[in-house]
């Protein structure tokens, strides 16, 4: 039984972005714009964020989605004070 879930699996994967919400400050993102101004670079604001690559098999694209999006939820951001999307494509 084992051996036919898994030729059944896709294997995927997904580039995760997680961003801070608006009105969240970014403490990062505001010393990266001052050292940048101060290098002499234009800048009106840096905002901080992070990027993930994740690897997995799933069973088709809809499960991928829906496994890829309890990832996010559960582990890689904080509801409270994160944004994220994520794209996902099948892998050879």
Known sequence: M?????????????????TL????SDP???TTAEALRGLGY???GVRA???YEVY???RGRRKAEALM????RRLLTNPTKDDYR???SEEG
């Open 2 to 18: 084992h051996l036919r879930r898994r030729l059944m699996d896709v294997k995927f994967k997904a580039f995760v972005y997680v």
């Open 21 to 24: 919400k608006k009105g969240y």
């Open 28 to 30: 990062e993102g505001e």
């Open 42 to 44: 234009p800048v009106d």
């Open 49 to 51: 964020s992070k990027a």
């Open 56 to 58: 997995f098999e799933a």
């Open 69 to 72: 999006d309890e990832m996010c």
């Open 86 to 88: 994520f794209e996902i």
